[in-house]
């Protein structure tokens, strides 16, 4: 009993103690506190600079902020979980937050739920659509956007590249054969296929093959290894980690790689050009809409060249003969609606592919 | 009135004093650091700390009892050990071996009904955890190598292992995570998705929180039980304080280490399988090369809960109370990796500060002066 | 008068948190003379000693060398007076020679190189003149513990200390050790040196000692002649209370042989050589057998296979006509084998436990205290009352005191009363009075004759004489792991028996 009661007492005291801090602490908590966030992040598993979609988001969001003086932040779950998410949703509206950036499909879940907890704030969700756990509802409801982007236009602008550039032995792996890797893999083979077309080439050999996951390991290394070995000059490593062990590889045979997704340069000198997704711009765009009070609420945008929402990055690329006024054209053709490029809807595998130069070589 | 004197000049008191002498020295230098890091907001934010899992409503008390949930566990763990003279430092790798067993039976064993699919994930779980801490146990009882070294050994082969597994058995690739646990193997409410909410203009933000809380404080009470008034308690203690002793008394010792690390494992592996069985929206089983952080945890919980199992109940909310406090310090402008720090600061520097324990004796005599 | 005195301790007071250990103590130490001080263990010389020594500085009182004051602030101002000590334990260096022991520290160099000669010549003069024979060339560890004290003594007379203290010297000696060390002291009190013997064994002070001071828990008793008083008052001043000396036993009437040992052989951990060699011998009931010998001769090891917790080689041992020789230490206890055992830290007690816990430990899994795996702790705690009035232990807080508050004392007549409470068929005490004072020593002597004429089987394992002498029944002495020899008390006599102890004498052992 005794010590029973010792504990209450122990616990007393310190939940007494907190209470005297919070006390004094609710009262002014406007005051005391001016600073509200208006525009905030979530980050995803990794930190703020990861290299990739995190830091891509929160670029194009410093960006317009800075442009249009609004306070922003972004905040970081405890963990990787629904409810981890919901609760960082939960205190950037505590802390002010009207519209809200969430970067990554593994927030399709939690949103579908904080669309219908807050609708007084408005989120943007990239790279997904909100749906519930088991994928049996998909909802986009007034305060939301979810944006996708348009993969095919992106891997064609890395194929033709590619092939522009003079390679004739290219690669493509990528992760699980879900559709956004689907048509990054589609416009791939047929960016390069064009570009043989316009040079006059005979042949392109194009091995292609999907990993079955997103994870570095050593298969992916070792298959990378073999294909270097076999004469392929480069591999487009589409699908989260698969770049790194694809990198890896190159690195030892002193070949290349194409990026996938942000600007992955930096990771490695193997890096040409990155197949990027227009993450600062398309965050900016809709942002910008919010502002000026036409927020696509309820819609599912994908994001293709003619909002920017492709691209390759130019600046930081390694080509030898492809130029940024050869990228300025097919961009432009791009944009304009220009070329057709099948996608994912359109070939039931990549062998169905209308395209007559590039030999695709497809690896189980 | 007596009763209330002989409390305060207790021995237990005066261990509960000890404890929240240190969490408020804890609390000092998380303010320090608080300074340092941002000295405009830093009251502010010491002021978010302390309010801790309150900043957020009922759904942020629900929150902390979640966090503390496995914390309690890992703890019992820790300071069950403690309490028989062996250092489990193996929580995490007893932990996440428990939690794969759990999230492996919740999503295979579909056959299961209801209330005997997640008890079964649960023992699975505690047998997990267990065999993983048989181990270091006999290697301790009956080759004499240090429970320390062998458990971190078992810390790292658990992490990989369960990586193995969960990527080879039961892996959503999608999502990069282990697949969800059926319905069925989704710890029940108990009750407190009626407390634990917050309103949200009529739609209810529920907390995490699950009947793992009162698993858990029926756990650690049964575990009190048995340390304090059972003689295999008596058994297990008497072995952690004088082995020679426990021999000469006609006591098993190498039995008793071995099951002292099996039940500690038990613990921390029921831990893993209390936090891993919260649903779609709770933990998933990720491949990382990281070893559990609760399971770490579980040390500064023992310490600050002097291994007493009541005590760790309540250092396990303690802790979490701080470390949701911390997370909504995040409104403020703090970057969530000064925050990390501040709240690693708190918990471990609570944790050293009980060296206070011995030194307070020793104050309040010197404060008595002539009198002794 | 005043000059006579070499040193002069006035009104010394030190205290520490919770204790006064000197409480104005006054210590008059004359020229040329052998001083002994007596107490209990805690009576405040140790403290005093290290207020001389330096390595305490006392509250209040002063310290005089030839009449004029002096600072001790350190071991070294003591040495730089002429003060030195022979410790209890030994402070050599086990892999030096013994004359790189005794010149350690201030050694004579010539360009940064020692200069052994000068040292080695010194050495050797003093080893004759004061009769100190030792092998300047020798390990100090392959030399015995008689030698290693010459050394301790050569080692202050080579620093020309002129004021020798001796702390506790004659525990760790056989009696022909204790005789020449005694020798040795008068020699060198002959001399000039003046020596103060820290002790409590009164016969030593009786055939050493010119004076004697006594302190009695941290107070001044007083100062007197040793000649002209008897041993009976020295102990009173000691104690605050008549002691008896010997015990009042009648003479035992063994009865049937009870516990019996035969050609138990034990390996040893540290040599080819056997710890114990084809020991045979019974015990009987109402008897004490003692098991004599210097430390380290194979006792521990003995008790060890005996009470099952440890190996052993070959034998058997069988209690009450049942072989015992593979039982569990449990079922050993459950029997009826008591063990008062030779570290009661190590072994005795589990010092984190109270004194209930600890009173309990051979029998908490019995339905007395045990129910559906529960302890009962009302019936521990009635149970623990009873024993400590009735074994007088004493302690701050009753049955819930922890064990390692307690006095060594105390925590001594625990063991016993837990052991004896057992109702033992066969009884095993090993130094039950080691480290205790006089009082607690009587205390338990009478207890283990009490259990005797209750007609227990008692094995007493001592290295005292005094006790092997007056305790037991009948004795054997084990030397290097063998029984060498069986012996009466009345027919013996101490000299004998050290004689045997040292391995220099040997009978044939028929049992």
């Known amino acids: 009993m005794k010590k029973i009661l010792s504990l209450l007492l122990m616990v007393i005291m310190v939940f007494g103690l907190t209470a005297c801090g919070s006390k004094p602490a609710a009262q002014p908590t406007q005051p005391a506190q001016p600073t509200t966030y208006e525009i905030a992040m979530i980050t995803d598993i990794g930190t703020i600079d990861d290299k990739s979609f995190n830091q891509g988001t929160w670029e194009g969001i410093v960006a317009y902020a800075d442009k249009s003086k609004i306070t922003h932040k972004y905040y970081k779950p405890t963990e990787q979980s629904t409810d981890a998410y919901l609760a960082a949703i939960q205190l950037a509206v505590d802390g002010g937050a009207k519209v809200i950036v969430t970067p990554g499909f593994l927030f399709e879940e939690p949103i579908f739920k904080a669309q219908d907890l807050y609708p007084n704030v408005s989120f943007i969700l990239i790279d997904g659509n909100p749906h519930n756990a088991d994928y049996s509802v998909f909802r986009t409801a007034k305060n939301t956007v979810g944006i996708t982007f348009a993969e095919e236009q992106s891997g064609y602008l890395a194929g033709y590249a590619a092939v522009k550039d003079g390679y004739t032995k290219l690669g493509f792996m990528g992760g699980m054969a879900v559709p956004a890797v689907i048509r990054f893999g589609y416009g791939f083979v047929q960016g390069a296929d064009v ?170 | 009135m007596k009763t209330f004197r002989k409390i305060l000049l207790g021995e237990e008191f005066n261990r509960a004093t000890a404890s929240i002498i240190a969490i408020l020295i804890g609390l000092l230098v998380g303010f320090l650091v608080l300074l340092i890091s941002n000295s405009a907001e830093a009251l502010a934010g010491f002021k978010i700390i302390l309010s801790g899992g309150f900043s957020t409503g009922a759904k942020g008390m629900g929150q902390v009892l979640y966090f503390a949930t496995p914390l309690i566990l890992t703890g019992l763990s820790v300071g069950f050990a403690f309490k028989t003279g062996l250092f489990n430092i193996g929580t995490p790798g007893q932990f996440i071996i428990g939690a794969f067993a759990a999230v492996y039976i ?201 291994s007493n199992p009541i005590g760790i109940i309540f250092s396990a909310f303690i802790i979490a109370y701080i470390t949701q406090g911390g997370n909504y310090l995040q409104t403020l402008n703090f970057a969530p990796e000064v925050i990390d720090i501040i709240i690693a600061c708190i918990i471990y520097f609570s944790a050293f500060a009980l060296y206070f324990r011995k030194l307070l004796p020793f104050l309040i005599k010197k404060g008595r002066g002539d009198r002794q | 008068m005043g000059m006579e005195y070499i040193i002069e301790m006035l009104n010394i007071t030190k205290s520490f948190p919770g204790i006064i250990a000197n409480d104005a103590i006054t210590l008059q130490l004359r020229k040329g003379e052998i001083h002994a001080l007596l107490g209990e263990n805690g009576a405040g010389k140790s403290t005093l000693m290290s207020v001389l020594f330096g390595l305490y500085q006392p509250e209040n009182g002063v310290i005089t060398k030839a009449g004029k004051e002096v600072s001790i602030n350190n071991p070294n101002d003591a040495n730089n007076l002429g003060i030195g000590m022979v410790h209890q334990h030994f402070k050599l260096i086990q892999n030096f020679t013994v004359l790189q022991n005794i010149i350690l520290g201030v050694e004579t160099t010539k360009n940064g190189f020692l200069k052994m000669d000068e040292a080695r010549t010194k050495v050797m003069a003093l080893s004759d003149q004061y009769g100190l024979k030792v092998d300047p060339d020798t390990l100090i560890e392959d030399i015995t513990v008689g030698m290693q004290q010459r050394v301790e003594i050569l080692k202050m007379l080579y620093r020309d200390n002129e004021i020798l203290i001796f702390d506790e010297p004659t525990a760790v000696l056989t009696p022909q050790e204790i005789e020449e060390l005694m020798k040795i002291m008068k020699e060198l009190a002959g001399e000039g040196k003046s020596i103060l013997f820290i002790t409590h064994k009164l016969n030593e002070i009786k055939s050493t000692a010119d004076r004697c001071t006594v302190l009695r828990k941290g107070k001044y008793i007083g100062t007197v002649d040793v000649q ?206 080691r480290g205790l004072d006089v009082g607690a020593i009587e205390y338990i002597h009478k207890q283990l004759v009490e259990q005797r004429n209750s007609g227990k089987a008692v094995l007493l394992v001592s290295l005292e004489l005094d006790e092997v002498m007056n305790v037991s029944d009948r004795i054997l002495v084990l030397f290097e792991g063998e029984i060498v020899a069986d012996l009466m008390p009345a027919e013996t006599t101490v000299q004998e028996l050290g004689l045997y102890m040292a391995g220099s004498k040997r009978k044939e052992v028929v049992l």
């Not at chain 3, 007690?349 to 899994?365: P, Q």
């Open chain 3, 228 to 433: 002209t008083t008897s041993k009976e008052t020295m102990s009173e001043m000691m104690v605050g209370r008549k002691i008896q000396f010997t015990i009042d036993k009648n003479p035992s009437i063994p009865n049937a042989s009870h516990f019996e040992v035969r050609s138990l052989t034990v390996s040893s951990k540290r040599s080819a050589k056997k710890a114990v060699n084809n020991v045979s011998f019974t015990v009987k009931k109402g008897e004490i057998l003692c098991i004599a010998g210097i430390d380290g001769n194979g006792q521990s090891e003995l008790v060890y296979a005996l009470t099952g917790l440890g190996p052993i080689e070959s034998g058997q041992i069988f209690l009450n006509g049942k072989e015992i020789t593979k039982m569990s230490v449990r079922d050993r206890n459950v029997l009826g084998m008591s063990h008062i055992p030779e570290d009661r830290h190590k072994d005795g007690l589990i010092l984190d436990y109270t004194l209930a816990e600890n009173l309990i430990l051979k029998k908490y899994f019995t339905p007395e205290f045990q129910d559906h795996g529960f302890i009962k702790f009302n019936a521990t705690h009635t149970y623990a009352d009873r024993l400590i009035t009735e074994f007088d232990i004493r302690s701050s807080q009753g049955s819930k005191t922890m064990a390692r508050s307690m006095s060594g004392g105390n925590q001594q007549k625990a063991i016993l009363a837990r052991e004896i409470n057992n109702d033992p068929e066969i009884l095993i005490a090993v130094q039950p009075t």
């Open chain 1, 195 to 364: 570009a043989a077309k316009e040079m006059g080439l005979t042949s392109i050999d194009l091995k292609y093959h999907y990993t079955g996951g997103f994870d570095a390991t050593p298969e992916v290394q070792t298959l990378a290894a073999s294909w270097y070995a076999q004469g392929t000059e480069v591999i487009f490593g589409c699908g989260g980690a698969v770049g790194n062990s694809v990198m890896s590889a190159a690195e030892a045979a002193k070949t290349k790689v194409i990026g996938v997704d942000v600007n992955q340069s930096a990771e490695s000198d193997t890096v040409i050009t990155s197949a990027m997704k227009g993450l600062s711009a398309s965050v900016q765009s809709v942002l910008t809409e919010y502002h000026a009070n036409k927020f696509p609420g309820g819609q599912s945008l994908v994001y293709a060249a003619d909002k920017n929402g492709v691209q390759l990055p130019m600046e930081s690329s390694k080509f030898k003969k492809f130029t940024k006024a050869d990228y300025d054209v097919v961009f432009a053709a791009l944009a304009a609606g220009k070329i057709k490029i099948a996608n994912d809807k359109d070939a039931a595998d990549v062998t169905k592919l209308p395209v007559s130069i590039v030999k695709v070589t497809f690896v189980k």
């Open chain 2, 106 to 306: 919740g999503v295979t064993c579909t056959f299961l009904p209801a209330p005997l699919h997640w008890i079964a994930a649960l023992l699975a779980a505690t047998i997990a955890g267990g065999l993983w801490a048989l181990i270091p146990g006999i290697l301790k009882a009956y080759l004499n190598v240090h429970e320390v070294i062998s458990s971190i050994m078992m810390n790292y082969i658990g992490m990989y292992l369960a990586n193995y597994l969960t990527k080879s058995t039961i892996y959503d690739i999608r999502k990069a995570q282990s697949l969800n646990v059926a319905d069925s193997a989704v710890l029940p409410k108990g009750g407190l998705d009626y407390i634990f909410y917050n309103d949200l203009g009529g739609v209810k933000d529920l907390s995490t929180v699950n009947s793992g809380i009162w698993i858990a404080i029926v756990v650690a009470i049964l575990i009190y039980f048995i340390i304090n008034k059972t003689t295999f308690g008596y058994e297990l203690k008497a072995c952690g304080f004088n082995q020679n002793a426990s021999n000469y008394a006609g006591i098993n010792a190498k039995r008793s280490i071995v099951l002292s690390m099996v039940i500690a494992g038990m613990l921390a592996g029921l831990g893993g399988g209390l936090l891993y069985l919260s649903g779609a929206s709770g933990r998933h089983l990720k491949v990382v090369d990281m070893l559990a952080v609760e399971g770490f945890n579980g040390i500064p919980v023992a310490l600050l809960g002097l």
